[in-house]
């Protein structure tokens, strides 16, 4: 890795001025996804800002209708809480497949949703679940925020502080996980909420996450698996890899959300 | 360069790294702690696992400073005394650890996890340890011996 | 002196007190500890990190290479070039096409062409960055079909012979029998004839610890490497050979080896270039590959192009075989040579071919060059025939475990090929799979998506010729006794964690009767210890445990002559166990070893000895190429794997593999559990995850490596890798230690056609190319489903003619 300068502010107001100043700064937080792409020389941040010694953003919070994750809670965090596996067991289903122990361990809601990797999880839930990326600075719904692979709405100096969920009446949570990185080759959330019936799909797309509206018009008239099961999307928007091509990420969306319907 | 402070097997140490230099670069080349392994360095394999606050996490993918201030295990600080671990012991006995290379993660995420729950079940054993490669054994072994270890630990 | 094996048969088990029990490791608690030192974990006072420059062309002249300004980096010591090493090496020594650097062509992309030596691993790579290499990109060939097909150039190598074609490293035809006769035969009595072709993808041996050398040239002009490296007797020879240097002047030292499956079992790079590079520095110099490098490095499972025709009479035994392969070799030679010979000859067990013939071709292509990973060159002859047997079952509605007895070897006999075969425990495996897998309850009679299938397989315990032709022992040691009855058994055998140390140790302890913990195993250093060529072939057990047998006993026989003068007895009636010795049927009659061990050294001087293995040179046919895949032993192992496949995405879970394998006498059968079980894993991860494959110009860059990362080439977790049940058979071989044979590589082969026969079982496909990954058993579901019911049945009998 290229050397930088670390730094390690007390409170978020201070990581955002520190962001401001630095030259090409990044926040750091668990540094699951950001530390591999330095190594790999992907990013090669001048200044990194850790949110290690701020307080208060690792919190689960119940506020009725929503539940609000800080931006610091770890995978196993929200895997194991209770408040979310009653109110959102999806969620914590969710939160429970990403990765390894390890990764989850370290591994945090706000670091991921800012991330916006093209095949990690949580992008899906957020946009399902209509959930609402709190940051410094303002709110952000999920609708706005994720804009494509690796490409969030955030500004350079913006930091995540919180994620809220509100609670839906039913959603599940279906992926097919790319053998050993346990990434998604297509992960789906279909969730009956607040923000009405979500279908999003994570994995399957080189823009990143996105919803389907024709999923979600058929679950809304009836929330049964078979009403998605002869719904597919095109294949000429999906992601080909050694994981798998074009057409088979399509299938495997229409099984996922299928699959996901069935666990709602 | 910097300094780094860790509490590491129950020891403050100190030692002068580059900035760059992750926790088990830290370990390996500044404080001569070699048993954290380095298999891929990308957060893939999970030889490099040691026990931070109690809870597995890789070394090559944390910063050595956000160690700093925390409760730092690894491979050397299992045992007690001359007496290893029980994990340590039943690794040998079941024959779990062959090349070895990948022992020191698997023990840190084994021990981990019993910390935790004293008595997994095979699949909570799967699930703790799917962060960490092993080439050699099949698992099999891997989870007879912490099975076993968890049973010792029980009496 | 070399004496035949001393074997082990007519040693009744109640007689052996440490071999056959379930005994811990030599070095477990050390590497459970973290206390085991890797090459890595050395760091020698002012060493120096060292960096390898790789080529990004797949083919290409290098025209110049400019070090001047890496060299005048600060913090830079020396920087090297293919010009400084020109000789070229190779593991076979009829093959030498590689330089330790390019000298004026690269041949994959990943060829190293520079190294540099700096005070760190950040200034070293900064130095790369700084070697200017100009290049003429040459035509690059990526499929073993294309490189044969161009008869006339370009090729990748030089012919050695004017008007060959260069692109051919070796071909291979043999014929046992008549083959045609055979198959027509089996058309014409109500036999049937299967073809078939299948491809097997190739993979890598992925050891978590990757390669690491370290170099140290001192003032005496002594050069040692310490190296992770499974052959440190053929380092030691091609490290003074290209280095030009008196061996007796080069010291090669093994640390624990952290995995290496074949992957580690030739010289590389790296170990030239801290040779060189701290020959020029002085100071002691180490390399450290990435995982990246590694993958680049590769030597692994040749990709394989297979067809086979097979023809069986009607009630299922085989009448003929005949196969034509190409092999996609890679770059360089590596062992392509005896891949080429195995890729056929290790065909002809554990059944009965009365003809048999093969024709193999390997070819260079411009990708990292393949060579041995476990069960080297027949996994993917073995994959094919396997499926083969199951059609072959199929079409003549007999029970494929049946039709697999029909056709077993036996033992005490000769295989079509003319291999000696002794011990055979073929038939026992196939019945404790058969038990053990419940497989009448479930075989054709699981519902829908579920299904089991089997295999069997044979492999060598050791090849009876060395790499390079010599008449030297194959496998020595050397045994010394302290008066505190402390054993120190010094082995050139290679820890690479399949516990030859600790096979040393049992075997010790078991002759001369002190307890485990009073041997001491002192191996892996060339100066210390007498040759043993390498951990490869699954010779070790077999080999080294005669030579520790061949050494303990003459020092037995020392001590059992001066005890039974002291005790007026024969030397037969003096026992040594548990410490001590012991008259025969009169156990009041005893004292500790330590004593027994002073009488025989007041009597003879200091006491120790050497022991040493060769094998038998008449385990083969004498036509050309009869020696390659000969081996004193051969092990037996059948599988059944149970799998789950979820028709809506191609996933097939294995559920369930049940390994059978004779291994002879297991040793130790923790250990040897732990070999089953790893081969079987291996086999599981070839057959569903892995695949080492390069980007196409299409793709973007050829010869590009797809995923030279353990996030993109998927071996499997613990989540992944189905339940394996070990079941040991022990057939105890009369020329064995104490009757073992080998279980390191055996049980990986039959892992794969296994689960490609039970995948055929749950839905009805047969899987032909490998991996069985998701999306590949998807389009083969949707092939199937695609076709009506007519064209199915009117398919069946097309497939077998």
Known sequence: MEDFQYHAPGSVDAAVSLLRDAEDGKVVAGGMSLLPLMKLGLAAPGGLVSLGKVSGLDGIADRGSEIEVGALCTHAQVAAAEIVRERIPALA???????????????????????NDPAADYPAACLALGATIATDRREIAADDFFLGMFFTALEEDEVITAVRFPVPTRAGWAKFPNPASKYAVA???????????????????????????????????????????????SAEAMLSDDAAGPEYRAHLVTVMAKRAVEEA | ???????????????????HYTLLETLRYGLGLTGSKQGCDKGDCGACTVILDGRAVLSCLTLAREAEGRELRTVEGLAIGT????????????????????????????????????????????????????????????????????????? | ???????????????????????????????????????????????????????????????????????????????????????????????????????????????????VAAVDEDTANAALELVEVAY???????????????????????????????????????????????????????????????????????????????????????????SATQVPHYLHRELARVLELDPAMVRVVQPPVGGAFGGKSEPFDLEFCVAKLSMITGRPVKILYTREEVFY???????????????????????????????????????????????????????????????????????????????????????????????????????????????????????????????????????????????????????????????????????????????????????????????????????????????????????????????RVFAGDTDFTPVDLGAYSSRVTFMLGNACIDAARRVKRQVQKVVAEAWDAKPQEVLLAGGLAVRAGDTGTQMPIREAFNLAEAAFGALGATGSYDTPKDVHGSYRGATIGASPAYSFTAHVA????????????????????????????????????????????????????????????????????????????????????????????????????????????????????????????????LPFSPPRVWRALQAEAARTPAARSAATPAAVS
């Open chain 1, 93 to 115: 289903a969710m939160a429970e497949g990403i990765g390894d122990a390890q990764v989850r361990n370290r591994g945090t809601i706000g670091g991921s949703v800012a991330h």
């Open chain 1, 187 to 233: 992960g789906v959330m279909a969730a009956d909420g607040p923000a009405g019936v979500r279908v999003a799909v994570t994995g399957a797309s080189g823009d990143g996450v996105f919803r389907v509206a024709e999923m979600e018009a058929a679950l809304a008239s009836s929330f049964e698996p078979a009403s998605v099961a002869g719904v597919s999307v």
């Open chain 2, 1 to 19: 360069m910097q300094v780094v402070r860790l509490r590491v097997n129950g020891d403050e140490r100190a030692c002068g790294v580059p900035a």
């Open chain 2, 83 to 155: 007496e290893p671990h029980p994990v340590q012991d039943q690794f040998d006995l079941a024959g779990a650890a062959q090349c070895g290379f990948c022992t020191p993660g698997i023990l840190c995420s084994s021990v981990a996890l019993l910390e935790r729950n004293p008595s997994p079940s095979r699949e909570e054993v799967r699930a703790a340890l799917a962060g960490n490669l092993c080439r050699c054994t099949g698992y099999e072994k891997i989870y007879d011996a912490v099975e076993a270890a968890a049973r010792k630990m029980g009496q």
């Open chain 3, 1 to 115: 002196m070399i004496r035949p094996a001393a074997g082990g048969a007519a040693q009744a088990p109640e007689a052996l007190s440490v071999v056959g029990r379930r005994m811990r490791k030599v070095d477990g608690l050390a590497k459970a500890t973290g206390r085991a030192r890797y090459t890595d974990d050395i760091a020698l006072p002012g060493m120096l990190h060292g960096k390898i420059l790789r080529s990004p062309h797949p083919h290409a002249r290098i025209l110049a290479i400019d070090t001047s300004r890496a060299a005048a980096l600060e913090g830079v010591h020396a920087v090297v070039t293919g010009r400084d090493m020109p000789t070229t090496y190779g593991i076979i020594p009829w093959t030498p096409d590689e330089h330790p650097l390019c000298v004026d062509r690269v041949r994959y992309v990943g060829d190293g062409v520079a190294a």
């Open chain 3, 136 to 226: 003429e990109e040459l035509p690059a060939y990526l499929d073993p079909h294309d490189a044969i097909a161009a008869a006339d150039g370009p090729f990748i190598h030089e012919p050695r012979k004017p008007g060959r074609n260069g692109n051919v490293t070796k071909v291979v035809k043999l014929a046992f029998g008549d083959v045609e006769a055979g198959i027509a035969a089996a058309r014409e009595e109500g036999g049937v004839v299967v073809e078939g072709d299948y491809f097997f993808e190739g993979t890598t041996h992925t050891p978590i610890e990757p390669h690491c050398a370290i170099g140290l040239a001192d003032a005496s002009g002594k050069l040692t490497v310490w």
């Open chain 3, 297 to 519: 490095s590769h030597r692994g499972r040749h990709p394989f192009h297979m067809r086979y025709r097979t023809g069986a009479r009607a009630d299922g035994v085989l009448a003929a075989v005949d196969a034509e392969i190409v092999m996609d070799g890679g770059a360089y030679a590596s062992f392509g040579l005896v891949t080429t010979y195995y890729s056929g000859q290790l065909l002809t067990a554990p059944y009965q071919m009365p003809a048999y013939r093969f024709h193999s071709t390997r070819a260079y292509t411009n990708k990292p060059a393949c060579g041995p990973k476990r069960g080297h060159g027949s996994v993917q002859p073995r994959f094919a025939f396997e499926v083969q047997l199951d059609r072959i079952a199929e079409a003549l509605e007999i029970d494929p475990i049946e039709l697999r007895r029909r056709n077993a070897l036996g033992e005490g006999t000769r295989t079509v090929n003319d291999l000696r075969v002794t011990s055979n425990g073929f038939l026992e495996c196939l019945a404790m799979v058969e038990d053990a897998s419940a497989w009448r309850r479930k075989f054709r009679r699981l519902p829908y998506g579920r299904g089991v299938g089997v295999a069997g397989s044979t492999y060598i315990s050791g090849t009876n010729y060395p790499v390079y032709p010599n008449d030297m022992p194959q496998s020595a040691v050397q045994l010394q006794v302290d008066r505190s009855g402390r054993v120190a058994v010094f082995s050139g055998a290679s820890e690479i964690g399949q516990g030859v140390d600790s096979m040393v140790a049992y075997v010790v302890a078991e002759e001369l009767g002190v307890p485990l913990d009073h041997v």
């Open chain 3, 642 to 769: 149970e799998v789950e496949v979820d028709p809506e995405t191609g996933f097939v879970d294995v559920v369930q593999i049940w390994i059978a394998h004779d291994c002879g006498r297991a040793l130790n059968p923790v250990l040897v559990e732990g070999q089953m079980e790893g081969s079987a894993y291996m086999g599981f991860a070839e057959a569903i995850m892995e695949e080492q494959i390069f980007k196409t110009a299409d793709q973007g860059r050829a010869g590009l490596h797809n995923a030279p990362s353990l996030l993109d080439y998927r071996i499997p977790t613990s989540l992944d890798t189905p339940a394996l049940r070990s079941l040991i058979v022990e057939s105890i071989d009369p020329e064995g230690p104490y009757g073992a044979k080998e279980a390191g590589e055996g049980p990986l082969h039959p892992s794969i056609p296994a689960i490609a026969n039970a995948i055929y079982d749950a839905v009805g496909v047969r899987m032909n190319a």
